[in-house]
């Protein structure tokens, strides 16, 4: 290849935001030649490497915004630690079918057995699949709304709190907030996925 072709190319994927292109072009011409690619599967190449680059970008901003306390997935979790938990149905939650048919999950059990590893671990699979998700505790959730009715705003603040397509709301204390919670729960009724843990 040519440098004139060569800093054309770079020039036109600078203009296209196609970033991971003009810093890689030599290598992939290379593994190109290397293989002895068609032209279509060398284009294929090319924007396979340029997704998922981006892809890649999207998932690790998402899971910054995301307040979830970590970032372990389910095969970190030692389903040994908890023989009671039918590993076939976190499994089966872990196809995201809930999520795709916009339905609220509640992990219950007694403290610490592993119910918010869980939630945060089916979210991490969720934001994988390209879902929106956030993480928050029952606590801070009731607080914000409490604070948004009090300046007339509850309307605005519930529409923000509805808005992932995965929101995990954690019960850390056991306080009674049913009424609050009923009505998010209700509110959430096919707008997308909320986890209670």
């Known amino acids: 290849m ?3 072709t060569a800093d054309r190319i770079r020039n036109h994927a600078t203009r296209l935001g196609l970033t991971h292109l003009t810093d890689t072009l030599t290598e992939l011409v290379e593994r190109a030649e290397n293989g002895q690619m068609g032209y279509l599967n060398f284009v294929d ?3 396979e490497e340029e997704v998922g680059l981006r892809e890649g970008r999207r998932f690790r901003n998402a899971l910054k915004l995301s307040g979830l306390p970590h970032h372990k997935t389910l ?4 389903f040994a630690f908890q023989p009671g938990l039918d590993a076939r149905k976190v499994r089966d939650l872990a196809t995201l079918e809930f999520a795709k048919a916009k339905s609220n999950v509640a992990l219950l059990g007694p403290p610490g057995v592993g119910k918010t ?4 671990a089916l979210a991490v699979t969720a934001c994988q699949a390209g879902f929106s998700i956030y993480f928050t505790t029952l606590d801070d959730l009731v607080r914000r709304l409490r604070a948004a009715e009090a300046t007339g705003r ?3 603040q519930l529409q923000t709190d509805l808005r992932p397509a995965v929101l995990v709301v954690d019960l850390c204390r056991h306080r009674d907030y049913a009424e609050t919670a009923a009505g998010v729960g209700s509110q959430r009724r096919g707008r997308g996925v909320g986890f209670s843990a």
């Open 2 to 4: 040519s440098t004139l």
């Open 45 to 47: 190449l090319l924007l």
């Open 75 to 78: 095969d970190q979790f030692d």
């Open 117 to 120: 590893m869980l939630a945060v």
């Open 154 to 156: 509850f309307s605005r």
